[in-house]
């Protein structure tokens, strides 16, 4: 699986739209961009996945560059329960493979 | 969407003892769950996958015959830490798969093992 980048931190004011990104420049063709994210001591949740064109879910939107070597999650209006770590993560659909975890991006909503 | 349960949710244990974790999916079939270690400010490392009714596939430098796994049904997986050391605490997270079709993981609450 491609590996990712994320930046290490973002801060992000209530009520505003957060935007993370993710760098996979050497994502394969058949290879999906997959988010979760998980607050402190809890197990990841799943945000939002897809493989060329921008989906949007009740949670976030998910914004995939032409050439798909970099994307963007949106949380369109931050609350404070979005503060957690960010995981972005590219994989093949359907292979049944572990889902490998970088670092992530540890964002925190201020009031 | 799909939920997992973890139980228990936080065990504190002796060094030498055995200490069971149980994963469940509680609104679906997983025909693959996968178990994973965190500990604090580090990300989710992957200890091993495990397919209904099949020996688990360990990851490198994870000793099988310490973390033992057993996945004797579609709904339930378990993972045992035998002769627990306190270098084990940590917060153990389990996944659970769906069948064909079905690709996005869901994660339990995790488990934090603490071993005095």
């Known amino acids: 699986d491609a590996k990712t980048t994320q930046p290490t931190s973002m801060d992000c004011a209530e009520g505003r739209a957060a935007n993370l990104p993710c760098n996979h420049s050497?994502?394969?063709?058949?290879?999906?961009v997959y988010w979760y994210r998980q607050i402190h001591s809890q197990g990841p949740q799943y945000i939002i996945h897809?493989?060329?064109n921008n989906e949007t879910n009740e949670m976030a939107s998910l914004i995939i560059t032409e050439d798909r070597k970099s994307s963007t999650l949106i949380l369109p209006h931050a609350t404070l329960r979005d503060t957690a770590v960010y995981y972005c993560i590219v994989r093949v659909w359907n292979t049944g493979n572990q889902f490998y975890f970088g670092t992530g991006t540890s964002l925190t909503v201020i009031p | 969407g799909a939920v997992v349960s973890q139980h228990p949710s936080r065990v504190i244990c002796k060094s030498g003892t055995s200490v069971k974790i149980e994963c469940r999916s509680l609104?679906?079939?997983?025909?693959?769950m996968f178990w994973y270690r965190q500990f604090p400010k580090q990300s989710l490392m992957l200890m091993a996958t495990?397919?209904?009714?099949?020996?688990?596939?360990?990851e490198q430098g994870v000793e099988k015959d310490k973390f033992l796994i057993n996945h004797a049904s579609l709904t339930l997986s378990t993972l045992t830490v035998t002769s627990a050391h306190p270098e084990d605490s940590s917060f153990y997270i389990c996944?659970?798969?769906?069948?064909?079709?079905?690709?996005?993981?869901?994660f339990g609450p995790g488990t934090r093992l603490t071993v005095l």
């Open positions: 996944s659970a798969r769906g069948q064909r079709g079905a690709d996005t993981q869901y």
């Open positions: 050497t994502i394969s063709g058949n290879e999906y």
């Open positions: 609104d679906f079939q997983a025909t693959t």
């Open positions: 495990s397919n209904e009714g099949s020996k688990a596939t360990y």
């Open positions: 897809g493989l060329k």
